[in-house]
């Protein structure tokens, strides 16, 4: 299994522009989330999944939108990037029933927007 | 919504000391805390994690304590070494459930000196 990937790794956009980080599992897991880590703030819920067409809003959400259209995948986008978005991303995946719900990270995007 | 709080935010210790790091959280219903470790340049990774029947639970030179009528737990790392330097956060789900949205601590920078 190769778990949960993400891409990019790393991503320079300008004020503005519109892009979509992609999140990936192959682990069947019902329940796909969306981290931003900051620092000194840890880790905040942006969105999350509990299944193929289902969100909802997290912690932080503004500037941010999700679909879920596979069990599978789970892309956020930036509709107009803001430097306040600079940021490391972690999409993340568990399972949503026992025994386990320990949630597995992807290894992060380093955003930084100018 | 959940709240957690963790200290201390940085923590350097000898090779071979213990280290200790406590988390307060303020929902009640919570039932399930996890402790995550993130080394540089990676996603957090779960080490160990207590459900709210235990007290206080081990695994090799890790444990987890749970103090529910405070409402804290403590990650308790013994004997530690190099290898065990990164940043650890604790967490809670919110809305109590266990397979709720965690909320995340603000993370401890952990040093070990050789």
């Known amino acids: 299994n190769a778990g949960v990937t993400q891409t990019p790794k790393f991503q320079v956009l300008k004020t503005g522009q519109s892009m979509t980080l992609q999140c990936a599992q192959d682990?069947?897991?019902?329940?796909m989330s969306w981290y931003r880590q900051d620092p000194g703030m840890g880790l905040r819920l942006i969105h999350y999944?509990?299944?193929?067409?289902?969100?909802d809003q997290g912690e932080v959400p503004n500037g941010y939108n999700v679909s879920r259209s596979t069990t599978e995948d789970f892309p956020l986008r930036l509709l107009s990037a803001a430097p306040s978005q600079t940021s490391v991303y972690f999409c993340?995946?568990?399972?949503?029933?026992?025994?386990?719900?320990?949630?597995?990270f992807g290894p992060g995007t380093r955003l930084t927007v100018t | 919504g959940e709240n957690v709080e963790q200290h201390p935010s940085t923590l350097s210790v000898q090779e071979g000391d213990s280290a200790v790091i406590k988390c307060t959280y303020s929902?009640?219903?919570?039932?399930?805390f996890p402790w995550y470790k993130q080394e540089l340049g990676k996603g957090p990774q779960l080490i160990i994690d207590?459900?709210?029947?235990?007290g206080e639970k081990k695994d090799q030179r890790i444990a987890v304590t749970l103090n529910k009528t405070a409402k804290h737990f403590s990650l308790h790392i013994t004997e530690t070494q190099p290898e065990d330097s990164a940043v650890y956060f604790c967490?809670?789900?919110?809305?109590?459930?266990?397979?709720?949205?965690?909320?995340f601590g603000q993370g401890t920078i952990l040093t070990v000196h050789p």
């Open positions: 993340a995946s568990r399972r949503n029933r026992e025994p386990s719900y320990e949630q597995y």
């Open positions: 682990m069947n897991h019902e329940y």
């Open positions: 999944s509990v299944g193929a067409g289902i969100t």
């Open positions: 929902d009640s219903a919570s039932n399930y």
């Open positions: 207590i459900r709210s029947n235990v």
């Open positions: 967490a809670a789900p919110a809305g109590g459930t266990s397979y709720g949205k965690l909320t």
